[in-house]
């Protein structure tokens, strides 16, 4: 999860310039911080979903932030990074040789030496924690979601089979979500660094229009 703070300082000489009152630059600051958010929001659904090929609706569901308010000097954004539900970004699709040199892929993401199954009531993308010969195939695999970055980090925690025995040597398993992490990092190394300005630009707009509508009599 990322959050990306906003902050109000630096506002001052343009409410000076236009000889704004404490009510209009409050009230022009809530439309900024509005603005900037719904914007940042908008580019944030459009280049991750076309990096990725994640669909909007879903991506949209990661975003947070709080309510910009009339008082409020600054603005937080939260966007949940961990995995989707390979299932609610399309549908997989198996290929080449299961159990050889085939797999699973998802839109532009491919699961080598994964199967699709329905295991503990869930169609999932799985593979198994453990190759044919008992070799561990990725230690990130046992700890999933806490291992960062990484191929191992959209995997959940390993399932185990209940009932004593499995001739097939199946279990553990464990099942793998789409990576959004890494699009979103980027997407993010690119545009924070542009909120301030863009914050400031929007300011200033609202304000004038604050300052237009309150004192007509100055036009």
Excluded at 69 to 80: A, F, N, P, Q, V
Excluded at 102 to 129: K, N, S, T
Excluded at 153 to 181: I, M
Excluded at 184 to 202: C, G, M, T, V, Y
């Amino acid at each position: 999860m990322f959050t990306l703070d906003i902050n109000t300082d630096g506002l001052d000489a343009i409410a000076a310039r236009l000889a704004a009152t404490e009510e209009q630059v409050k009230a022009a600051r809530k439309k900024a911080l509005k603005n900037t958010r719904d914007g940042f929001k908008a580019r944030f659904l459009a280049e991750v979903s076309d990096r990725t090929g994640a669909g909007k609706r879903y991506l949209s569901k990661r975003f947070f932030s709080d309510t910009p308010k009339k008082d409020d000097e600054s603005l937080r954004i939260w966007i949940g990074s961990l995995p989707l539900d390979p299932y609610k970004v399309g549908t997989p699709q198996v290929y080449g040789i299961p159990g050889k040199s085939g797999g699973v892929r998802l839109g532009r993401e491919d699961y080598p030496g994964h199967f699709l199954a329905r295991i503990y009531g869930r169609q999932r993308i799985w593979i198994r924690v453990y190759a044919a010969g008992g070799e561990r195939r990725n230690p990130n695999l046992i700890d999933g979601f806490q291992t960062g970055l990484g191929h191992g980090s959209h995997y959940n925690k390993p399932q185990h089979r209940l009932s004593a025995g499995d001739k097939y040597n199946r279990f553990p398993v464990t099942w793998a979500g789409y990576p959004v992490e890494e699009a979103i990092a980027l997407f993010i190394q690119k545009e924070a660094p542009k909120l301030i300005s863009r914050f400031e630009n929007a300011f200033e707009v609202a304000l004038k229009i604050e300052s237009e509508i309150k004192n007509p009599w100055e036009r």
